[in-house]
């Protein structure tokens, strides 16, 4: 069974920046787009950021665009999401996924696409 670890999360002011990370047990993961969700207390979970499964391709939702940058490494099965000037609205469990189609053109928002999910991890802004 497929695994995702994330870390990377914790507590920051606004301003600062975060490195989230997310490992994949299986190399097969070089082969699948992969994304980035968040859920904030009382809200639905929303997609934060996506790439797809050779990096040609990126998807930002509009609050995070020109601050939040997604990369992998399919060298080392891992994904990233660099956050810069962290806003308090962006506190939410951060949540790595991996898409259910091989090699999809194409990066998707819906989070019922997405096949394996990490654990989460908390990112906490203080304003």
């Known amino acids: 069974q497929v695994q995702l670890v994330e870390s990377g999360g914790g507590l920051v002011q606004t301003g600062a920046s975060l490195r989230l990370s997310c490992v994949s047990s299986?190399?097969?993961?070089?082969?699948?787009?992969v994304g980035w969700f968040r859920q904030a207390p009382g809200k639905e979970r929303e997609f934060v950021a996506g790439?797809?499964?050779?990096?040609?391709?990126?998807k930002y939702v509009d609050s995070v665009k020109g601050r939040f940058t997604i990369s992998r490494d399919n060298a080392k099965n891992t994904m990233y999401l660099q956050m810069n000037s962290l806003k308090f609205e962006d506190k939410a469990v951060y949540y790595c996924?991996?898409?259910?189609?091989?090699?999809?053109?194409?990066?998707?928002?819906?989070?019922?696409?997405?096949?394996?999910w990490g654990q989460g991890t908390q990112v906490t802004v203080s304003s």
């Open positions: 996924a991996v898409d259910s189609y091989h090699r999809r053109s194409v990066v998707v928002v819906a989070g019922s696409l997405y096949a394996t």
């Open positions: 790439i797809t499964w050779n990096g040609g391709t990126t």
């Open positions: 299986e190399r097969t993961f070089r082969n699948y787009a």
